[in-house]
T-cell receptor
Framework: EADIYQTPRYLVIGTGKKITLECSQTMGHDKMYWYQQDPGMELHLIHY???????EKGDLSSESTVSRIRTEHFPLTLESARPSHTSQYLC??????????????FGNGTRLTVT | AQSVTQPDIHITVSEGASLELRCNYSYGATPYLFWYVQSPGQGLQLLLK??????LVQGIKGFEAEFKRSQSSFNLRKPSVHWSDAAEYFC????????????FGTGTRLQVTL
C-alpha cells in the first residue's frame, strides 16, 4: 500500500476563495505529480516535480500553482477558486528509475466543489 | 503526442465470467504500459505494468495483460470476475525520455452482476 496522503478529501468552497490542497508522501520519492480528473474523462497532468525546488507545468493548462520545498510535500494552490475548478485532484509520486517506466503511487484524491 | 485509447466506456459482466478490457496506445519505440484500477472515491491502484521481456504480465488480484506490439495493444484479462472487481480501469503509457509522465486513457467502467 502506497503511503501518500491528500487532505482534505472533500472541499466545498465559494468563488474567489484561496485554497491549498495538501499532498504528502513518506516513501522518499523524488518525483511527484498532480492530476486533474473529471467524471468519464482521462486523468490530465497539471503539474509535476523532479525534486526539491523543481516544478513544471503539465500537459493541461491550469490556473493552479505548486511548490516543492521539501521532498515529501507537494501542495497545490488556487489563488481564486472558480466553478470551473470543480474537479477531483489526484496527487501521485514515483521513484526515479531511468527514463520513463516508473509506476505512480496515488493518493485518494481531493474532490473540490466551487460554488 | 503519446495517446491511449480505451474503446469501451462501460462493460457489464456476470460474476464468474471472463473479462477482457481493451487498450490501444499510440506507436512508440519503447512503451511502458500500465493498468490501474480505481474504486469509487479512491485513488488509483497499480494492477500491473509492462516494461520489457515476457509479453504476458501477471498482476495483482488475478489480473494479467498481454502486450502485442504488432497491434499496439495491451489488453487486460481476468479468467473469472468477482463482484469486488467492479470499478473503473485505466490504461496508461509512458515512453523513454518522457520522464515518467504517464498518459491515461479515459477509463472503462466495469459493472459485475450477480
Amino acid at each position: 500500500e502506497a503511503d501518500i496522503y491528500q487532505t482534505p478529501r472533500y472541499l466545498v468552497i465559494g468563488t474567489g476563495k484561496k485554497i491549498t490542497l495538501e499532498c504528502s508522501q513518506t516513501m522518499g520519492h523524488d518525483k511527484m505529480y498532480w492530476y486533474q480528473q473529471d467524471p468519464g474523462m482521462e486523468l490530465h497532468l497539471i503539474h509535476y516535480s523532479y525534486g526539491v525546488n523543481s516544478t513544471e507545468k503539465g500537459d493541461l493548462s491550469s490556473e493552479s500553482t505548486v511548490s516543492r520545498i521539501r521532498t515529501e510535500h507537494f501542495p497545490l494552490t488556487l489563488e481564486s477558486a472558480r466553478p470551473s475548478h470543480t474537479s477531483q485532484y489526484l496527487c501521485a509520486s514515483s521513484e526515479y528509475i531511468g527514463q520513463g517506466g516508473s509506476p505512480l503511487h496515488f493518493g485518494n484524491g481531493t474532490r473540490l466543489t466551487v460554488t | 503526442a503519446q495517446s491511449v485509447t480505451q474503446p469501451d466506456i462501460h462493460i457489464t459482466v456476470s460474476e464468474g465470467a471472463s473479462l477482457e478490457l481493451r487498450c490501444n496506445y499510440s506507436y512508440g519505440a519503447t512503451p511502458y504500459l500500465f493498468w490501474y484500477v480505481q474504486s469509487p472515491g479512491q485513488g488509483l491502484q497499480l494492477l500491473l505494468k509492462y516494461f520489457s521481456g515476457d509479453t504476458l504480465v501477471q498482476g495483482i488480484k488475478g489480473f494479467e495483460a498481454e502486450f502485442k506490439r504488432s497491434q499496439s495493444s495491451f489488453n487486460l484479462r481476468k479468467p473469472s470476475v468477482h463482484w469486488s472487481d467492479a470499478a473503473e480501469y485505466f490504461c496508461a503509457v509512458a515512453y523513454t525520455g518522457t520522464a515518467s509522465k504517464l498518459t491515461f486513457g479515459t477509463g472503462t467502467r466495469l459493472q459485475v452482476t450477480l
